[in-house]
């Protein structure tokens, strides 16, 4: 058991150490990360498609990344915007990690890009573990999933820098009970900012946006208590200091392969996938 849990300890650790040079490269160059993060089925490819069709209607150089296990289908929908997209199949693996998304980003991000937005592949568990050397981390939850989901996913909630509700236009349908859901999340992470979104109706749309253009402009994004005791903290001899939230490895055939990118696009619906 000590071999496993030192193993778990070594692969978190080098990620933050991997995490920290991105974070420090992308802020070099003068772009911003942000890691959407949210259960399968959430909206946030409704919502993110919407966010990178208003950027580029204001003229700020975006980008967005996204991850799943199969099918290319989130990429083409987001190249619709007509902004550079890429899709990463994970071929399995649950979650993004920071040397698979430097890769990625290696060669393809255009020089001039001002925020990339990361799609992770969707789940409230590992990625919630694994810093992507992002400068703002959104959790995303549809009315659907329950008041109750922050405290059932404390870990993915505690440490988000923003929260986001979505598919606000069926939240009577459902009974979607609002003032317990913020009571939730802040019970588990105190002070982070909690938005209202829909992705049909436009409602909350540019919120998402205007936060992280704040954040790439310098101002200090939400810092969540579990986020001072655990990630992103390093030792005095300026080694990262391990998330101790979820330690965990994950042994697969593509340990070693950052994931393959099935679709690259730079001018948006009218690119093909790449072979």
Not at 5 to 22: C, F, G, S, W
Not at 129 to 155: C, H, Q
Not at 224 to 242: I, K, N
Not at 244 to 262: E, I, L, T
Request: overall charge negative.
């Amino acid at each position: 058991m000590c071999r496993v849990v030192d193993l778990q300890q070594a692969v978190l650790a080098k990620n933050e150490t991997t995490a920290h040079a991105l974070r420090t490269g992308m802020a070099a160059r003068g772009t911003t990360v942000i890691n959407l993060l949210s259960s399968p089925g959430s909206g946030k490819t409704a919502l993110l498609e919407g966010e990178l069709l208003l950027a580029r209607e204001r003229g700020v150089p975006v980008a967005a990344l996204s991850a799943d296990l199969a099918t290319e289908n989130d990429a083409r929908r987001l190249a619709r915007s007509g902004v550079p997209v890429k899709q990463v199949l994970t071929d399995g693996l649950c979650h993004l990690e920071a040397d698979m998304l430097g890769r990625h980003l290696e060669g393809w991000l255009p020089d001039s890009t001002r925020l990339v937005f990361v799609e992770n592949v969707g789940n409230l568990v590992c990625p919630a573990s694994y810093d992507l050397g992002e400068a703002l981390r959104v959790v995303l939850a549809s009315v659907t999933e329950g008041e109750d989901k922050p405290l059932k996913y404390p870990t993915a909630f505690g440490l988000a820098q923003l929260v986001v509700v979505t598919k606000t236009d069926i939240a009577d349908a459902v009974g979607f009970d609002e003032p317990a859901f913020r009571a939730h999340v802040e019970q588990v992470n105190p002070g982070v900012e909690v938005v209202l979104t829909s992705a049909r109706r436009g409602e909350g749309l540019g919120v998402l946006l205007d936060r992280a253009m704040a954040v790439a402009d310098g101002e200090p994004a939400h810092e969540p208590v579990m986020g001072r005791r655990h990630r992103g903290h390093h030792h005095t001899d300026g080694s990262p200091q391990t998330n101790g939230s979820h330690p965990h490895a994950h042994p697969h055939d593509c340990a070693d392969d950052p994931g393959q990118s099935a679709y690259v696009t730079s001018a948006g619906p009218s690119a093909q996938p790449r072979a």
